[in-house]
């Protein structure tokens, strides 16, 4: 058996253990790393985050408005005038602005931009406006105007009335 330890031995002995223990990756020297990391870090996850938002904001939109520009041509270049043509393409951009964000769905709207005759090529263009200005963390604090077109023929032999009534 071990006799009683001097207290230079028991202090020797102690130092020894700290030093392996520094030795092995322990606790000594690395108080309030953690929380240097985490004040480092999560600015930085916030942003990368926020810009994930934005980037799902415009494409959801954008694929929203793609949706609705060919709809609306097809339904357009089925109508039998122009008036007719316009409410169909009024309608598929109410459908689809339903889904998209509020401010794309207060602002979208669609509009035929070529003639309307038999046989031509129509096309129509939907906008909607999207609002950053809740991802302001980001210096997103304006607004980004999506459009997207879309074309569809009219049938050459169906009937089609431009308007007038002569």
């Not at 202090?11 to 092995?24: F, H, I, L």
């Not at 459908?95 to 031509?120: H, K, L, M």
């Amino acid at each position: 058996m071990r006799g009683p330890i001097s207290r230079r031995a028991a202090v020797r002995r102690c130092e020894q253990r700290d030093k392996r223990r520094d030795d092995r990756g322990g606790m000594q020297g690395e108080r309030g790393t953690m929380a240097l990391e985490l004040a480092i870090l999560a600015p930085i996850m916030l942003m990368l985050f926020m810009f994930l938002m934005a980037c799902g904001r415009y494409y959801q939109t954008a694929s929203l408005l793609e949706n609705a520009a060919r709809e609306g041509a097809r339904a357009a270049s089925q109508a039998r005038s122009v008036e007719d043509a316009e409410v169909r393409l009024n309608d598929a951009v109410d459908r689809a602005a339903g889904q998209a964000f509020r401010s794309c769905a207060d602002t979208a709207s669609g509009s035929i931009t070529s003639g309307f005759a038999p046989g031509e090529t129509l096309s129509v263009e939907v906008t909607c406006t999207i609002d950053y200005r809740d991802l302001g963390l980001l210096g997103l604090s304006g607004d980004t105007v999506v459009s997207r077109t879309f074309s569809s023929s009219v049938d050459p032999y169906r009937g089609v009335r431009d308007g007038s009534d002569g």
